[in-house]
C-alpha cells in the first residue's frame, strides 16, 4: 500500500509541475499564480503548498532534473571521449536540449533576466544555489579529465567550470532571444569558444 501511495504522490507533484509549465508558458511566469496552477491541476492550493513551497520551487524542480539527466547522460559517455573540448560540447549540448526540451524558449526569455540580473522574488537565490551544483559537477568532469592525462595537470579545473558555466548561461541567453533558435549554429558556436579556451592563443 505504501508504495501505491508513494506513486500517487509521484503522479501529483508530477502533474502540479506540468500544470505550472502549461501557465507559465501561455500568460508568464510572474503573471501565474499558485490558484491558478491547483485549478489547472484539478487540486486545491493546499495541495501545492504541500508539494512545493513556492511557484520558484517548481521551476528550480524542473531545471534541476534536466541538469543531473545531462550530467548523467555524459557521464555514461565520458570514457569513450578522447577529445576534452568533444566532452564539454556533449555536456552543453545536453544542458541545452534539456532546458529547451522541459521549457520553451519563451520562458527562458522571461526567466534568465531573473536568473541572471537578480529580482524580487526567491528564483535568483534558489537557482544560484542549483547551478553551484552543476558548477561542482563540471569541476569534477574536468578533474577526471585532468586525472586521465586529458588536460594540463596545473589547470585551475575550479576556474574553468565557472568561465565554461558562465559563458554557457550569456549563450542560452542569446539562443532563446532568437526569433526562431538555431540550435546548431548555437552548438558550433559553443565549439569554437570551447576550443579557443582550452588550445589557447599561443603561437
Avoid at 574553468?160 to 532563446?176: C, E, K, M
Wanted: hydrophobic residues 40%.
Amino acid at each position: 500500500m505504501s508504495g501505491l501511495r508513494e506513486r500517487q504522490k509521484a503522479e501529483r507533484r508530477q502533474a502540479i509541475s506540468k500544470a505550472a509549465i502549461e501557465l507559465f508558458e501561455r500568460q508568464g511566469f510572474q503573471n501565474t499564480t499558485i490558484e491558478q496552477i491547483a485549478n489547472q491541476a484539478g487540486v486545491s492550493a493546499p495541495t501545492v503548498f504541500k508539494y512545493f513551497g513556492n511557484k520558484q520551487e517548481i521551476i528550480l524542480e524542473i531545471l534541476h532534473h534536466a541538469d543531473q539527466r545531462a550530467v548523467t547522460d555524459t557521464r555514461s559517455l565520458i570514457q569513450e571521449i578522447e577529445d576534452p573540448v568533444e566532452a564539454l560540447c556533449h555536456l552543453e549540448r545536453l544542458l541545452t536540449g534539456y532546458a529547451l526540451e522541459v521549457m520553451h524558449p519563451s520562458l527562458w526569455r522571461e526567466l534568465l533576466p531573473l536568473i541572471l540580473f537578480g529580482g524580487n522574488n526567491e528564483l535568483p537565490a534558489g537557482y544560484r544555489a542549483m547551478n553551484d551544483a552543476l558548477r561542482a559537477e563540471i569541476s569534477q568532469l574536468l578533474r577526471e579529465l585532468q586525472l586521465a592525462g586529458k588536460l594540463r595537470p596545473q589547470l585551475d579545473v575550479e576556474l574553468a567550470a565557472f568561465l565554461l558555466n558562465d559563458y554557457s548561461h550569456l549563450q542560452l541567453f542569446r539562443l532563446v532571444n532568437q526569433e526562431h533558435p538555431d540550435v546548431d549554429a548555437h552548438s558550433a558556436q559553443v565549439r569554437r569558444i570551447t576550443e579557443l579556451l582550452f588550445y589557447g592563443m599561443q603561437a
